[in-house]
Every structure is written in C-alpha cells, then in structure tokens.
C-alpha cells in the first residue's frame, strides 16, 4: 500500500493554532492529533515529519467553515484579513468579471494569486487567470490553506502575492446532505442544498467520492438599503421631453403622461441590482485506485453550471433616445398642448426628441459552464522516494447577453428611433416600444488550461543520512498551456447598441510555459541545547515562456525550532510573472466615459471612483499645466458621453518580478497549555508591475500633484486638440514601476481555561493583518503614491479591490459544553481616507456575528445564526466611493438570519 500522507498547513507547529476563527473548542484535539503523520504542506513539495515550514500559511478548517454557513466560497474570504475585496456578488469590479467571485490576497491584484485544489491549478475563467470561486464545490472543502508571499519558486507564475489551496475531502466515506439557508431583510436571500457520497472500491485498493450541490442566491435591489438613496440616477422620463429644434420651444410628459414645460426624469437607483441573483449547479468526482503494489491512479472531475444576473460591461441605466427626428403635420398623436410649440415647415417639424423607452432596467445574464478533468498515477519507487505524474484539461465557455436594450440603427444605417417616431404614440408613456428592444449578445467567450506534471519527491534516507537526518529533495517538470477566446455579439462589435460601446474580438490567444524546479530541504542541526532542530531550505524554478522568453524564480529559507515553545522562520523568494492573456493579448474595450461620471445620467454607480472631472474645468487644476496641455479653459461645458474609457491588453507589455521577504515565529507556551502566539512579518515588492491607471489618478497627478511638463501620467488621458477637451481615458495594461507592501500577520489562541472552571468551555481566537507600508509608484519619474490605510481607484489594481486598509481582524470567542457551541465573531477593518483627499475619511468598521450548533444526534448537526448582528449599514465618504457612494468591500447587505441542517449517515 502507498504510504499515507495528508495535506495540511506548513504555517504553525500545531495545526489549529492558525485555523482562522477555530470552530467550536471541541474540534481541536482530532485536527492536532495528525501533527505526527507525514504531510506535504502548501509552500513546498518534499514531506516532512513535522509542521514546520519557513513559509507563513493559515488554515480554514471545515469546522470553521459549516460554522460560518459559507454557501459560497466568498463568504470565506470576506473574513480572512490577509485577503482585499476581489470581485463579489456587488458585481463591483470592473474588467471581465461578469458575475465571478475571484480571490485578491493583500490586495495586490486577483492576477498575482494563484487558486489552487489539492495542489494542483484550479481552472481560470478569465484572460487575466483569475478562477471564479463559484465554480468550486464548497460543501467537499476539508481544509483552506493560504499561503500570502511569493511561491513561485514552487508553483510557477501568478504565486506572487500568495496561493490559496483548496483541499477536498477525498476520503470521505459514508452519505451526508445537507441544506442551509440566510434570509436579510428585503432581499438577497440564499439557499443551498449538497449531497456527498464516498466508499471503498476493489476491496479496499480504491476510493470514491462523489458530490452534488445547488445554490441560489435572490436579488436585492438598491431600493431596500438607505444608504444608497443619496445615488440618484436621473434618466429622462417615459413620458419624454421634446425640444421644436426651429423655435426651441420645449415641452415634456412625465411618467404619468402629465404635460409639463419643465424637464422631466425619473430616478433608476431603487431598481439597480445591489447584490446580484445567481443560480449555481455543481458536480465531482473523486477517485484513486491501487492498480499494483505501491502504483496507484487517482483523478478528479468537475462541472458547475452557473447563471449570474448583474449589470455587465453597459451597466443597468434604462435606454434613452436623444435624436432629432421629423414629425408630420398630419400626425395623429400630437398633443393638442404641444401643436401650437411646433413649427411646420412644408408640413414637416423637426424636433428633438429625449426620451426613456420604457423597457426597464438593463440586465446582463451571464451563463458560465466549467469542467476539469485530472487524471494521474503515482507511486513508490523506494520507502522514502516516490513519483507522481498528472494531466490536468480545463474550460470555461460563457454567454453574456444583454437585456433591456435594442440596435440603434437599421442596416443602412437610418435611425429605428427616428423610423418609427412619426408612425406611434412618441408623446407621453403609452407607446409600447418592446418590438423596438432585443436581446443583444454582448460576448461569447472559451478558456482553456492544460497542465502536464511529473515530480519524483523524498528523502536520501535510502543513501545517506546528515547527522541531523535524511536530506527532503523534491524536483520535476511541468506543461502548462492557455488559450482563449471572444466573440462579441456583432452590435457590440459594431457600437450599434444603446451604450454598449464596442468590443474587439480575441481569436484564440494562447502562451504556452516549460517549467523545470528543484527543492532541498536540509537538516542543520538537531537535539542540541536551544536547538532541537536547525533547517535550510532552498528551492529553484526556471521558465521558458513562449511570449517573453526565460526566467527564474529562487527560494531560501529556513526554521530553526528552539524547544517544543518557540520556533523561528524566515525565507526571501524571488518571482516572475509573465503577462497573462488578458494584459499581452486582451481585447480593447471602449465605453463611454459617462459611464464612469457621477454627474452623468448614464452613471453607473458601482463604477465610481474612477472618474471625477476634469480638474482644468473645474479649477482644481495648475493653470499653466492645463494651458500647456491644451486643456479647455475653466467652466467649459463638457459633455462625458462624448468622450471613451478604454481597457485592454498590451502587446508591447514585459514580465513583471518581485521579492518576498517574511521573517516570523510561532510561540507555545507550556506555562499556558493550548495556547499560541504566531507573528510574520512580511515584505513583497514587485517591480515592472502590470497594472493600470484610472483617469481620476492620472489627472490628480498630471494637474494637482505633479503639474510638470514631462509628466508621463498626462498622456493617460488624451485631449481633442481642437477643443481641449476629454476625448479617451487610456486604461489599458502597462507596466508600473513599483509596488511595495509591508505587513505584519499575527495569530493568537487563548484557551480560557486560566479563568477557573467556568472558562473551561471557552477559547479566544485572533487573528489579524497590519499593514505597515504600501507604496504604488506609476512610473519612475513621479512620486510613489503612498496607499497604506486609503480607499479608492488611484491605488486600486485589476479592477478589482477598493479598498487598501492598513488593518483588518477577525477575533472569535468560542464556547462548547456537550452537545452545544457557540461562537461570536468581532471582524473589524480599519479606518481608512480617500488616496486624493486625506481629509475624506472612513472610520473604522466593526462587524459582529453570532452563531450556534447544536448536535442533534451523533449524526445530525443544527447551526443557526446571525452575520452582522447590530445592521451596521456600510460608511458614506464625501467621494471616491465605487459602489452607490460606499466602497464594495463593506458590508452591502447588514443583518441577515440564516441556519443549516447536516445529516450523516
């Protein structure tokens, strides 16, 4: 038989002294009592006999997890403090998110970390390598590790600001189901249901896992939350508003056909999608089987079909037209008010027309489906050397289709507004106009991943021996391959929808990687005075990427165990990442900027932050910088709709390399049995960073911080050089100068039972992330723009986080007595100011949950509680905001009440 190995945290010498928030007291001993299996940790490849590894990782235990009722993967991350917002169910993110839910260690970009299951790649849906957690079996999750700091060394590109490695149970054996449920007020509730089977196969040689799962989540619109009603989306009324262009003499009907010779509109925020719908299938298999003594084939299948409802690249605001059209003397629905406005000319009148068409709010379904396929063999080729080697295949196929909107034009161009507009009621909110509207394929997009893999891994222990044990030695090869491709629908090609703007098409961009790594694990020293056991560990990895060429990536590192109280750890690795699809090959995406405008009616709330105005229309900017930039004199109307916010890849892009350098120790008292303190410090600076510039960073710098002449941030945003005006915010992929962040983690475990016997029932768990700097310089000839402790688009990347906190905790107290647990929750983020305007501040947040379980049965289990105990409502700043004037990473839902039912058999 193969020998047994688990797969555990490498972070702590005792396992649950780094679980995030421990579940229940009363699981602890079970999970501490495989400390003395062999195990390969997340950070490297060789086994080794005991927890100890140079590189910091925390644990998230299934425990932890049924008892946080995470029906999704997200509600996992919202509480680790080490992770930034990433793309969420707000639909927040900007890019090619489109309804996922993706991972941003330290929010340092959801492209520097890489997703992992049971240590091999997880499947990205998207060109920038980021893996939609939905897609991942949430109820088959036994452990969460996350490793935060460099790792390519060990796992190859993306490993830069850390891994997160999912581990599935695999041996599980029996029948469990499952169902659970969190209701909020006034929307946004979830359910689940999931059934997992395992058993033994071929007598015993064999083992199969099965696993079945469905999830909803319902809408909750803007409307049900107060904080949103100072977001107003103003947008023209169904009624319309109507201006005689020869006398302009105007006139309008509101939503209820009233005359009035006042602009009319109606405001679309209520009905906006704060969290969005999404309906989720899931289904995987895992299995392995001893074919021969010590040669074992093993695999794992997986398939989610999901459905997400949200706004999509064109946002929700309903369409509107704003064109002149003419109207005929003899038209039968003018309104006896309005004729005398009109002026006929040969019995025609030209008038302009600005009017909602009444389709309602623009909805984009995305359908996502993805597979993946591994299969492998494994074996032992002595006692202490064994081989693995695996082929993994994974896709992603999606559809995004917008609803809600309509083409603008016929086939020869004409206007199907102004077609129409002499032959139907265009006066007033009776005319139906849903023949006018349709369906609009916005893209159809394939991504594709193949890994190859073989690593020989073990000890010399069949050779030699060093005088303080065997050396651990890992190496091998890797395959990896990655392909995609979009089709937009061909009025997103064309610019022929209501604000769709246009899409260029992806034709199977692909990169292909040949990867050769090494890893040595030595003992130094061992059973001397103050050193029960001294260890270096090194590590190597070459690339040959097919865009940019060759590369390396290092490790070394070591741990030095004291006693059985006091371990130290320390490690530097260097990374290299090359582009991913997305930033070398991406397709440009053009939108209008008044998308991105908050004085806009087209506004799109959840893409605030992004854009402010022009500060050389505003005053806010350096005269003699505008005047030399050809900006537009003070006060200058400027219309943002007819100006474009362009993204997308760069050809020209190159690699991007980094540094980690953690140093940390792990504390177990034996004066306080149980107990643990576990502290690392943390440095990550990354060099020629790809990444992006909003226009609302560009400008600040190009004309208020830095008003050179030779200011590189100018060119981010172009000008008409007849007007002076906006023309194109350039927010494609480039490489930046710099990134840099340094942070300390701390994990503390407190059993209570110092306090008597009625502490006995009790532990305290704390965990948090303090972030001591963090620089982002754009480019070397301008100031780095300091974003420890901010919020906003001038410090954000990928599209994705908002929010750069400089502290963030999640502190549990436990409670167990026989069939019964409890655990309330304190999560807390620190306070934080706007990255242009130090005096717009955020005060620090505070988030309490309370849960309980109950034991049923030996067999049954009952949890029920409550997230967000007290309905804190997420913070308003005076700007900066990204999500209906608030920032994405709070709380948008407050208190919500929810339970589930687990039943083993």
Aim: charged share 20%.
């Amino acid at each position: 038989m193969l020998k047994s190995k688990l797969t555990l945290s490498g972070a702590a010498s005792i396992l649950p002294f780094l679980a995030l928030g421990l579940a229940p007291a009363h699981a602890q001993g079970e999970q501490a009592s495989q400390a003395q299996d062999t195990i390969v940790v997340t950070g490297s490849r060789i086994e080794r006999s005991g927890l100890t590894s140079p590189t910091p990782v925390t644990s998230i235990g299934e425990q932890q997890i049924k008892t946080d009722r995470s029906v999704v993967i997200e509600d996992i991350f919202l509480r680790l403090p080490q992770a930034g917002g990433g793309a969420n169910a707000t639909g927040a993110a900007v890019g090619d998110s489109l309804g996922s839910s993706t991972i941003d260690l330290r929010g340092l970009g959801q492209n520097r970390t890489l997703v992992l299951v049971n240590g091999t790649r997880a499947v990205p849906f998207s060109f920038r390598n980021a893996v939609d957690t939905n897609t991942l079996p949430t109820g088959l999750i036994k452990n969460v590790e996350v490793l935060t700091g460099g790792a390519a060394a060990i796992y190859g590109a993306d490993a830069v600001a850390g891994v997160v490695n999912f581990i599935l149970d695999d041996s599980f054996e029996g029948l469990e189901m499952s169902v659970s449920g969190e209701v909020p007020s006034g929307g946004g509730e979830s359910i689940s249901a999931d059934l997992k089977a395992g058993a033994e196969i071929g007598d015993g040689r064999g083992h199969v896992v099965g696993y079945l799962a469905y999830t909803e989540r319902f809408e909750l619109l803007a409307g049900e939350r107060d904080f949103t009603s100072g977001t107003v989306t103003a947008v023209p009324s169904i009624g319309g508003n109507f201006t005689d262009v020869a006398s302009g003499n105007f006139f309008a009907f509101d939503n209820n056909g009233a005359f009035s010779t006042e602009r009319q509109t109606f405001d679309a925020t209520p009905d906006r999608f704060l969290i969005q719908p999404m309906q989720r299938f899931h289904a995987s298999v895992l299995f392995d089987y001893e074919v021969l003594d010590n040669v074992e084939v093993y695999g794992r299948a997986f398939y989610t079909d999901m459905k997400v409802t949200g706004a999509g690249g064109s946002g929700q605001t309903p369409i509107s037209v704003n064109e002149e059209v003419t109207i005929s003397e003899t038209n039968p629905f003018i309104p006896a008010e309005a004729l005398p406005l009109l002026t006929f000319v040969g019995g025609e009148a030209t008038v302009n027309v600005e009017r909602n068409l009444g389709l309602g709010l623009q909805r984009t379904v995305t359908s996502r489906d993805t597979f993946q396929l591994v299969g492998g063999i494994r074996g032992d080729i002595t006692d202490n050397i064994s081989w693995d080697m695996y082929t993994q295949y994974g896709r992603s196929e999606e559809n995004a289709t917008v609803f809600g909107n309509a083409i603008r034009n016929d086939s020869s161009g004409n206007s199907r507004f102004g077609a129409i507009a002499d032959t139907v009621d265009i006066f007033g909110p009776d005319a139906d106009f849903s023949d006018f509207g349709t369906e609009i394929l916005y893209q159809d997009r394939t991504r594709d991943q193949l890994v190859a893999s073989l690593i020989i891994s073990g000890t010399t222990a069949d050779v030699f021996e060093l005088p303080a044990g065997p050396i651990g030695f890992a190496g091998g090869y890797e395959y990896r391959e990655e392909t995609g491709s979009a089709v937009p629908g061909i009025a997103v090609q064309n610019g022929l929808g209501f604000g769709l703007g246009s899409v260029l098409s992806l034709d199977n961009a692909s990169f292909d990687t040949n990867e050769v790594f090494g890893e040595v694990l030595v003992p130094l020293l061992a059973d001397l005075p103050f050193i029960q056991q001294l260890n270096f560990e090194g590590a190597f990895r070459h690339f040959d990427f097919s865009t940019t060429g060759t590369g390396n990536a290092d490790k070394l590192g070591g741990t030095w165990v004291v006693n059985d109280q006091i371990r130290f750890r320390g490690q530097r690795q260097t990374t290299v990442r090359s582009p991913n699809l997305g930033e070398f090959a991406g397709p440009e995406v053009q939108l209008s900027l008044s998308l991105f405008d908050p004085t806009s009616p087209d506004f799109i709330p959840r893409l605030g932050g992004r854009f402010d105005g022009d500060p050389c229309l505003d005053g806010r900017g350096d005269a003699a910088q505008c005047a030399a930039q050809g900006a537009a004199a003070p006060g200058t109307p400027f219309d943002t709709s007819a100006a474009i916010y362009s993204f997308g890849g760069n050809p020209n892009i190159d690699t991007e390399k980094g540094e980690t350098i953690t140093v940390g120790m792990v504390l177990t008292p034996d004066f306080y049995p149980g107990s643990s303190l576990t502290v690392d410090y943390v440095d990550i600076e990354i060099t020629d960073a790809v990444s992006q510039i909003q226009p609302i960073a560009a400008l600040t710098n190009c004309y208020i911080d830095n008003p050179t002449p030779d200011n590189p941030l100018c060119g981010a945003v172009l000008r008409d050089p007849v007007t002076g005006l906006i023309s194109q915010a350039l927010v494609n992929d480039f490489n930046l100068a710099s990134l840099k962040q340094k942070s300390i983690d701390v994990a503390l475990v407190l059993p209570l039972d110092i306090l008597g016997e009625p502490g006995e029932a009790f532990q305290l768990n704390y965990q948090a992330t303090i972030v001591t700097d963090y620089t982002r310089q754009a480019n070397a000839t301008v100031d780095a723009v300091d974003c420890k402790g901010t919020f906003g688009g001038s410090c954000s990347g990928d599209f994705a986080s908002f929010l750069q906190q400089d502290y963030k905790h999640r502190t549990d107290l436990n409670w167990a007595q026989g069939p019964f647990a409890a655990q309330f929750s304190w999560r807390r983020i620190g306070g934080v100011h706007n990255a242009l305007d130090e005096a717009d501040t955020i005060s620090s947040q505070n988030y309490f949950d309370l849960t309980g379980v109950y034991d049923v049965t030996e067999n049954v289990t009952v949890t029920a509680g409550i997230k967000n105990l007290f309905d804190k409502e997420p913070p308003l700043p005076l700007a900066g905001g990204n999500f209906f004037g608030t920032v994405s990473e709070y709380d948008a839902v407050g208190r919500s009440f929810g339970a589930s039912v687990r039943a083993r058999f």
